[in-house]
């Protein structure tokens, strides 16, 4: 068993997989919990223009576990283009039409 195996635990690939799972469900509450933010701070101070801070806190949170989720997407791709198993592996570049004319010839 390597170091990598044996600090992810028992659990590791379930964790790894409900933590790529709840990607949306980290888009939805970090918006209501910005409107939440949002609406408490409308209350405090009697400001509307508040309420829409709190908003643009919450989509801007959402946009931050996108892109956190995204280089972490990136990272394992790129692991996976270096390895040597796929290093022969070529990706199939023509059109649909290209392909259609070759066809028919």
């Known amino acids: ?7 992810k635990g028992k659990f590791g690939k379930t964790v790894e997989g409900a933590e ?23 209350k405090w101070t009697g400001y509307t223009w508040t309420l829409w801070l709190g908003v643009f806190w919450g989509v801007a949170a959402a ?10 997407l990136k990272k394992d791709l790129d692991k996976v283009a270096k390895d040597p198993k796929y290093k022969n592996y070529k990706m199939n570049t023509k059109d649909e039409e290209e392909l259609l004319e070759e066809f028919e010839k």
């Not at 790529?20 to 910005?34: D, E, P, Q, R, T």
């Not at 946009?63 to 972490?72: A, G, V």
């Open 20 to 42: 790529k799972l709840s990607l949306g469900i980290s888009i939805v509450v970090a918006i209501l919990m910005g409107i939440g933010i949002g609406i408490l701070l409308k």
């Open 63 to 72: 946009i931050m576990n996108i892109k956190i989720e995204y280089n972490k």
């Open 1 to 7: 068993m390597n170091d990598k195996q044996h600090k």
